[in-house]
């Protein structure tokens, strides 16, 4: 494509274009011819209890996996390949780390069919009535909560990584509108905050709009149906997404919140399970934002419960465990401004407007981090475990199994010890590892819960 572009079309134009273009025209070759042969030495298989996929040229690699390790099971169908009706397939089991998949095909609609009569599926006579649905406010308020300028930021610059000399002239031409806007925004207004901030404070919320548009897009039409025993969830707008997946293997379940969604009563909720939400960019929801007490019993056989207490709190003579940091960082924003205007007056107007919005996050990562001391905890009931925590400015309320607890650790320093004060991390199951920590725990509370799981943690602590 680059040769014909650049050749002018003449008698000798196609004699031109393949003596300066052979080479790649070879290279495209070889791809097609292995791309062919790897197709036609691929083969699906089924027997009474695995699926079977054979594959390679050179080396042949056979994988068997059982129908009864399965996890999940992914389709994607991208618009752009709807004409060819194709779709991706993606089997998932607890084996393998760091959300490896297991297997994965692009396929038809002949081998998609016969594929998922063996795959895991939700019994229609069967399935939990009264499921709440997301509608369109829910998906809604979902992206609103979870998107961000960061990512839309990063967006932007796979597009202008990725796309080349067309991105950079879109960009560079979107750049010089921002910066002419800027300007005359900044003119009009009465405090005279520097265009240097005023264009990053646009450029960020641009970048978070755009965020917000890719997650509506990502989980709109979203539904779910599930049984006892299996769950069956889909969404997207262009790149469809349905999911087939095991409730046994669900290693626990994370209603998120931030501080906005925690005021009003309002949760998502996440699951962790292989392969489900192991895609790039995607979280592994299962309920949009919707309200907590909208959660009924119902759901308690896919691991949901809700109007739980805990019997174990942070303890409040731990306030500085979760607030000492904040209140550090929200204390010297100001003076580093007084030190900066002082070295380079030119800038004072950009360090104060710079120190102002420092301060707001400072201040509100002060109120997170106290309403995290006054809710944080775990709660104990039959054979299951919740723990309440933050992380950053989320909000985490985890149920799972006791059996599926991996790692407990009792931490420690020195004064937490001589005020008999820790902080207890959990670990569950699953391909990624994740830690939910509480501080400000007692001590003699934390081994009485890891007696209670079966584990001994004695009196011995790491500092």
């Not at 063996?118 to 909560?145: C, N, T």
């Not at 937490?416 to 199951?429: D, K, P, T």
Request: with cysteine.
């Amino acid at each position: 494509m680059r040769g014909i572009y650049t050749y002018h079309f003449d008698k000798n134009w196609f004699y031109s274009w393949v003596k300066g273009a052979w080479f790649d025209i070879a290279v495209l070759g070889v791809i097609l011819i292995f791309g062919f042969m790897r197709w036609f030495s691929s083969r699906i298989d089924f027997t009474r209890e695995e699926i079977v996929h054979r594959d390679g040229i050179f080396i042949r690699v056979n994988t068997y996996i059982p129908y009864k390790n399965i996890s999940s099971v992914t389709i994607e169908r991208p618009f752009y390949l709807a004409p060819f009706k194709a779709m991706r397939f993606r089997c998932d089991t607890r084996a393998g780390i760091f959300k490896t998949v297991d297997l994965k095909l692009m396929v038809g609609k002949k081998t998609h069919d016969a594929i998922m009569i063996h795959m895991p599926d939700v019994d229609e006579r069967k399935k939990i009535q009264g499921l709440p649905q997301a509608d369109m406010l829910s998906v809604l308020l979902f992206s609103i909560f979870f998107s961000s300028g960061f990512s839309g930021t990063i967006y932007v610059a796979t597009f202008f990584f990725k796309g080349g000399d067309i991105a950079h002239k879109i960009i560079s031409r979107s750049l010089n509108i921002l910066t002419a806007e800027t300007a005359k925004i900044t003119e009009k207004l009465v405090l005279k905050i520097p265009t240097a901030a005023i264009f990053i404070g646009v450029f960020f919320i641009a970048s978070w709009f755009l965020s917000f548009l890719v997650n509506l897009f990502r989980y709109g039409r979203f539904t779910i149906d599930c049984d006892k025993h299996y769950m069956k969830v889909g969404y997207g707008i262009l790149d469809r997404k349905e999911y087939r997946i095991k409730n046994s293997h669900i290693n626990y379940t994370d209603l998120r919140q931030n501080i906005i969604m925690k005021l009003f009563g309002a949760v998502a909720v996440n699951i962790s399970c292989a392969g489900y939400g192991a895609s790039k960019n995607r979280l592994p929801v299962l309920f949009p934002v919707k309200s907590e007490k909208s959660l009924g019993k119902n759901l308690n056989v896919i691991g949901i419960y809700s109007g739980i207490s805990n019997d174990y709190r942070a303890q409040p003579a731990g306030i500085g465990s979760y607030l000492l940091i904040p209140l550090i960082a929200a204390s010297l924003i100001i003076p580093s401004h007084d030190w900066a205007a002082k070295l380079f007056p030119r800038f004072a107007e950009l360090s104060l407007f710079v120190a102002v919005m420092l301060e707001i996050p400072a201040v509100w990562f002060i109120i997170v981090k106290f309403v995290a001391l006054m809710t944080s905890g775990v709660a104990l009931y039959e054979d299951k475990i919740m723990i309440r925590c933050s992380s950053w400015t989320r909000f985490h309320t985890v149920v799972s199994d006791k059996n599926k607890v991996v790692k407990i650790e009792l931490e420690q320093n020195l004064l937490q010890a001589m005020s008999g004060r820790c902080a207890m991390s959990i670990w569950f199951e699953g391909e990624e590892h994740k830690r939910f920590k509480i501080k400000a725990m007692k001590a003699e509370e934390v081994r009485k819960i890891a007696k209670i799981i079966g584990y001994d943690l004695g009196d011995k602590v790491s500092a």
